[in-house]
């Protein structure tokens, strides 16, 4: 199954929406965080779709939340 650059962003906007950032620096929440790692794989690579198995378990656990809550 493949993750879209569109369904990934929908996710770190979910994401950003529960635990936005915080600080007077706004640091980016951990789930944020781990999601934006990926996006910017994504955008460096030109990738408009990756492979789920291809992410680390941190980052297909929380596009799973995600999913699982968004239906």
Request: hydrophobic share 55%.
């Given at each position: 199954m493949e993750l879209t650059l569109t369904e990934l962003e929908q996710a770190i906007n979910y994401w950003r929406g529960l635990r936005p950032s915080t600080?007077?620096?706004?640091?980016?929440?951990s789930e944020v965080n781990t999601l934006a790692s990926v996006y910017a794989m994504m955008i460096f690579e030109h990738a408009k779709t990756m492979p789920l198995e291809s992410l680390d378990s941190?980052?297909?656990?929380?596009?799973?939340?995600w999913r699982a809550r968004s239906s």
């Open positions: 600080g007077s620096e706004l640091a980016l929440s941190a980052a297909l656990r929380l596009l799973q939340d």
